[in-house]
């Protein structure tokens, strides 16, 4: 149980374009879903934390408008990233909890990733 | 805020050798302490996790976990490592009471690479 997928897996895309980034919880109600940062050879940077049905927080230093995060569902978030540059150029990852309580209350369990390379 | 340490960024051993990353974290309250291990080409996943109680922490794959409060430290351990642990390990810390935010610090990660 507890699974969390994210599609897709790896994009190319133009400099100036969106891509958008979905990430889903396959098997349990994704109350906070967590967008994360991974560059090569480093860790995870937080990036923003999302309730379902509210707006995301972000951490410092992460542009808002640039890294538009929705969780509209308790399955269901997405990131775009707006006006894509080559320094966006990163591992997306993305992680799920559920209520407390529930199958995945106490932790975060965590999607494949996505690889954005904007060229 | 909190914040995590792993003193190893890279380290290498022979089959069989005995294994010992350090964590070391900083945050003033009570945490929570987890090792992550991301193989390479997959996604991460959880090794082990201390909440409260018993200070060693077992985990999958035989690795250990050992919480020393007045070290402020939650090192991993194995005995005998094999070739297929060969991966990125990361510590992470979630600090604050139940109605905290669930959000986790990493460590910057060690990579453990197992000769055969």
């Known amino acids: 149980g507890a699974v969390v997928s994210q599609h897709p897996s790896w994009v190319i895309c133009k400099s100036g374009t969106s891509v958008k980034i979905e990430c889903r919880s396959l098997?349990?109600?994704?109350?906070?879903m967590f967008w994360y940062r991974q560059f090569p050879k480093q860790s995870l940077m937080l990036m923003a934390t999302s309730n379902e049905g509210s707006k995301a927080t972000y951490e410092q230093g992460v542009e808002k408008d640039k890294f538009l995060i929705n969780h509209a569902s308790l399955t269901l978030s997405t990131l775009t990233v707006t006006s894509a540059h080559p320094e966006d150029s990163s591992f997306y990852i993305c992680?799920?909890?559920?209520?407390?309580?529930?199958?995945?209350?106490?932790?975060?369990?965590f999607g494949p990733g996505t690889r954005l390379t904007v060229t | 805020a909190q914040s995590v340490s792993q003193h190893n960024h890279h380290v290498i051993l022979s089959e069989a050798a005995s294994l010992e990353l350090g964590c070391n974290y900083s945050?003033?309250?009570?945490?929570?302490l987890f090792w992550y291990v991301q193989y390479p080409g997959q996604h991460l996943q959880l090794l082990l996790k201390y909440f409260s109680g018993d200070p060693l922490v077992k985990g999958i794959k035989g690795f250990e976990a050992e919480f020393i409060k007045s070290k402020f430290s939650f090192n991993l351990r194995k005995p005998s490592v094999q070739w297929s642990d060969t991966a990125e390990y990361f510590c992470?810390?979630?600090?604050?009471?139940?109605?905290?935010?669930?959000?986790?610090?990493f460590g910057s990660g060690t990579q453990l690479t197992v000769l055969p």
């Open positions: 945050y003033g309250g009570t945490v929570n």
């Open positions: 992470a810390v979630r600090g604050g009471t139940s109605g905290s935010a669930r959000q986790l610090t």
């Open positions: 992680s799920a909890s559920g209520p407390r309580g529930g199958l995945a209350g106490y932790e975060q369990y």
């Open positions: 098997d349990f109600q994704a109350t906070t």
